[in-house]
Each structure stands twice: as structure tokens, then as C-alpha cells.
T-cell receptor, first 115, second 115 residues
Framework: TQLLEQSPQFLSIQEGENLTVYCNSSSVFSSLQWYRQEPGEGPVLLVTVVTGGEVKKLKRLTFQFGDARKDSSLHITAAQPGDTGLYLCAGAGLWSGGSNYKLTFGKGTLLTVNP | KAGVTQTPRYLIKTRGQQVTLSCSPISGHRSVSWYQQTPGQGLQFLFEYFSETQRNKGNFPGRFSGRQFSNSRSEMNVSTLELGDSALYLC??????????????FGEGSRLTVL
């Protein structure tokens, strides 16, 4: 069973601060996605990383996939209240004996950015 | 184009009853997945349907079932409701080609409360 552990579970910071959230597993994933879920909404994809060591930037958000493709991090620079939400990582792996992929989600990091 | 639509958005049931939730995917998407989201367990995969066939299934009891129609719309049913079934049920659609980088497009969810 592939499990993804996210840390921290909760994070409350002031506007302008930097933060990093982590997504770790003992399993290797073919790709890793990060989603953000705002209250009353479904998750929305932020980024997909595929190659070990890959770094992607999305404005103030920087995503990194670990060299061994077992872990990932999300760094936010100068956080803003609009960054508030639940950040979910999801790893893609093949179904046992199958040829299509399943996404395993972590439990998420609930981020609150106070003005 | 229109997003994923889930109905109803909110519902309250009592133990022992059954419930049917509906999901209309994005036009052209042939895969529909269902997830249960709770604060304690996070996002847990229920099942995926592709071209009217269940392609993958998570570790949920047989009380949870689903189906997909020829127009790709999907329904899930939970019979003999238990208190622990209270959750946000999310539907996600994708083109269904099965690769490791496919984006899931989520609906806003159906919030089920079991009393």
C-alpha cells in the first residue's frame, strides 16, 4: 500500500512569511501532483512533477520532486491571505497488475495566512 | 467549458437509510472517480468508472456502489447508512487515458450528514 504523509498538518502564519510543506513516502511514484482546496470547493491542480529532482515554479510557489521520486515539497514565498487553503499532495502509481494509474492522496496541510 | 457538477450539494440522512449522489463530468471526459473526504482520513478513493465499467475500486464495503451511464454521468449509492459515512463525497473527471500525469477535475462535492 502506498502512503503519503504530509507535514505539518496545520500551519498558521502571518502575511508576508515564507513556509514549506512536505510530502513524504517510502514508495516511488511515477509523478506527484499538488492540489489546493478552498473551503466549499473541490481540489484544484496546482502542478505535476514527473522527473526526480525536478523543480517547478508557479509565481510565489516552488515545487520540488525528490531525487528518488519518493517525496516532494512546496515552498511559498511571502504568503498572502489568498494562499489560505488545504494543500494536498497526490502520488501516481500503477494499480497492482494493471496498466493504468491511481492517485494516492496525502491527508493535507491546512494553511491559514492571517492578514 | 462547464466544470464537474455534483448534486445534491448538501443532504441529511438518518442511520439505515440509503443515498444516491450524482456527478456530471466535464464534456468529453470518460472517466469518473469518487472520493470520500473526512478530517481524520483525508481523501480516500472509492471507485473509478470508465466507459460504463468499473475500472478500479478502493477498500470500501459493498454498501458503497456506483455506476456510469452512456453519457459518462455517474451515480454512487450508499446503502444502510452509518454515522461514519458522514463526509464530503467528491467526484472527479478526467479524459481517462490512464497516464501518470492526468489532471483530476473535481466537483464541489456532496456534503452528507448521517444522524
Amino acid at each position: 500500500t502506498q502512503l503519503l504523509e504530509q507535514s505539518p498538518q496545520f500551519l498558521s502564519i502571518q502575511e508576508g512569511e515564507n513556509l514549506t510543506v512536505y510530502c513524504n513516502s517510502s514508495s516511488v511514484f511515477s509523478s506527484l501532483q499538488w492540489y489546493r482546496q478552498e473551503p466549499g470547493e473541490g481540489p484544484v491542480l496546482l502542478v505535476t512533477v514527473v522527473t526526480g529532482g525536478e523543480v517547478k515554479k508557479l509565481k510565489r510557489l516552488t515545487f520540488q520532486f525528490g531525487d528518488a521520486r519518493k517525496d516532494s515539497s512546496l515552498h511559498i514565498t511571502a504568503a498572502q491571505p489568498g494562499d489560505t487553503g488545504l494543500y494536498l499532495c497526490a502520488g501516481a502509481g500503477l494499480w497492482s497488475g494493471g496498466s493504468n494509474y491511481k492517485l494516492t492522496f496525502g491527508k493535507g496541510t491546512l494553511l491559514t495566512v492571517n492578514p | 467549458k462547464a466544470g464537474v457538477t455534483q448534486t445534491p450539494r448538501y443532504l441529511i440522512k438518518t442511520r439505515g437509510q440509503q443515498v444516491t449522489l450524482s456527478c456530471s463530468p466535464i464534456s468529453g471526459h470518460r472517466s469518473v472517480s469518487w472520493y470520500q473526504q473526512t478530517p481524520g482520513q483525508g481523501l480516500q478513493f472509492l471507485f473509478e468508472y470508465f466507459s460504463e465499467t468499473q475500472r478500479n475500486k478502493g477498500n470500501f464495503p459493498g454498501r458503497f456502489s456506483g455506476r456510469q451511464f452512456s453519457n459518462s454521468r455517474s451515480e454512487m449509492n450508499v446503502s444502510t447508512l452509518e454515522l461514519g459515512d458522514s463526509a464530503l463525497y467528491l467526484c472527479a473527471s478526467t479524459h481517462g487515458r490512464g497516464g501518470p500525469t492526468g489532471e483530476l477535475f473535481f466537483g464541489e462535492g456532496s456534503r452528507l450528514t448521517v444522524l
